[in-house]
C-alpha cells in the first residue's frame, strides 16, 4: 500500500522535535514530493526523463512567470486558496527534477 503520506507525517513529528523552522521548511517540501508522488501515479513514473534538465528550465520558467502573474499582477483584495499553490509546488519539483537531470547528464531528455 501506498503510505507516503505516513511516512512523512512521521518524519515531520521528528524533525520538529528538533527545530520548527525547518518543520515548516520540511512541511512544504513534503506538500510538493506529494504532488509529483500523486501525478507520477497518474502520469506515469519518471516522465521528467522525457525532457532533459532543458525541458526541466523551460517549466520552471513557465512555473515563475504563472506565480508572477497570479500574486504579483493579479492580488487585489483575494483570498489564497491551496490551488493557488499549486504551481508553487510544480515550480519546486521542476527544479529538483532538473537537478536530477543535470546529475544524470540528461541534457535533451531520454
Do not use: C
Request: aromatic content about 10%; overall charge negative; cysteine-free.
Amino acid at each position: 500500500m501506498d503510505d507516503i503520506h505516513g511516512i512523512l507525517d512521521d518524519a515531520f513529528v521528528k524533525i520538529k522535535e528538533i527545530d520548527e523552522e525547518t518543520a515548516e521548511f520540511f512541511s512544504v517540501m513534503s506538500d510538493a514530493l506529494i504532488t509529483a508522488h500523486s501525478r507520477g501515479k497518474l502520469h506515469g513514473r519518471g516522465l521528467w526523463k522525457r525532457h532533459g534538465w532543458k525541458g526541466s528550465v523551460m517549466q520552471v520558467m513557465s512555473k515563475t512567470a504563472r506565480l508572477q502573474r497570479h500574486f504579483w499582477e493579479d492580488i487585489v483584495d483575494r483570498q489564497t486558496t491551496p490551488d493557488d499553490l499549486d504551481d508553487a509546488y510544480d515550480l519546486i519539483n521542476y527544479a529538483v527534477f532538473f537537478i536530477l537531470n543535470v546529475q544524470g547528464k540528461n541534457e535533451y531528455g531520454s
